[in-house]
């Protein structure tokens, strides 16, 4: 199936641990991304990636670190997790810029007790 | 002001009806135009994607852009129980990097 997979789907864990979310597409596209959505289901992006590339990074604690080790793999590592950071992590990839549209993963339930 | 607002609802209708979902924003330089399908604990979908002003219909789907007004609607007709999940729109201009901002959602029940 031609999709964007992250792993893992849940994530408990205590505050002040280090976690890693893994997000893998195979559709061929060149842009890969991170959102954030809250309690509210309102989604705010993070990271942005071009080809291995870093093109946006919003205001996001810089405990927060992105890697992309090739243009298909887009992971997020989290250091000293905080009660804020629990929500739903989305990756997403698109063809270059993402105005035909995004194509996203399930999802990662980070629930930081 | 937020750049896109969308009313979260819940939006409740009966089977069959037509339902009208809208965003407005106030960026000018927006010019792609999209609207996504959540259902519960899964990602977005892609539904629909409009570029600049126009109407485009896709089987019971039509996306209306109205970049004068700066308003964006979708219309579902003969809506089914199977509709029923949340309605994000998303636009993007081309200039900022090409970032995709996010309506905050409506929330849409069709009952049977």
């Known amino acids: 199936d031609t999709a964007v997979s992250q792993t893992p789907k849940y994530l408990v864990t205590q505050m002040g641990n280090d976690k890693s979310i893994k997000c893998e597409q195979n559709l061929g596209h060149d842009t890969m991304y991170w959102y954030k959505q809250d309690s509210k289901k309102f989604l705010k992006i993070m990271f942005s990636y071009n080809n291995k590339e870093l093109i946006i990074n919003e205001t996001v604690p810089n405990r927060f670190s992105p890697k992309s080790p090739d243009k298909a793999h887009l992971n997020l590592h989290i250091n000293s997790l905080e009660l804020g950071d629990s929500a739903v992590y989305f990756c997403?990839?698109?063809?270059?810029?993402?105005?035909?549209?995004?194509?996203f993963g399930s999802g990662t339930r980070l629930t930081v007790v | 002001q937020k750049e896109v607002e969308q009313d979260p609802g819940p939006l409740s209708v009966p089977e069959g009806a037509i339902v009208s979902l809208n965003c407005t924003y106030s960026n000018s330089a927006f010019q792609y135009f999209m609207w996504y399908r959540q259902y519960s604990r899964k990602g977005p979908e892609l539904l629909m994607y409009t570029y600049s002003s126009g109407n485009k219909e896709d089987g019971r789907f039509t996306a209306q852009v109205d970049k004068s007004s700066k308003y964006i609607s979708l219309f579902i007709r003969d809506s089914q129980p199977s509709d029923s999940a949340t309605y994000l729109c998303?636009?993007?201009?081309?200039?900022?990097?090409?970032?995709?901002?996010f309506g905050a959602g409506t929330r849409l029940f069709v009952k049977a």
């Open positions: 998303a636009m993007t201009s081309n200039t900022g990097g090409f970032k995709t901002i």
């Open positions: 997403a990839s698109s063809q270059l810029t993402g105005d035909y549209g995004y194509t």
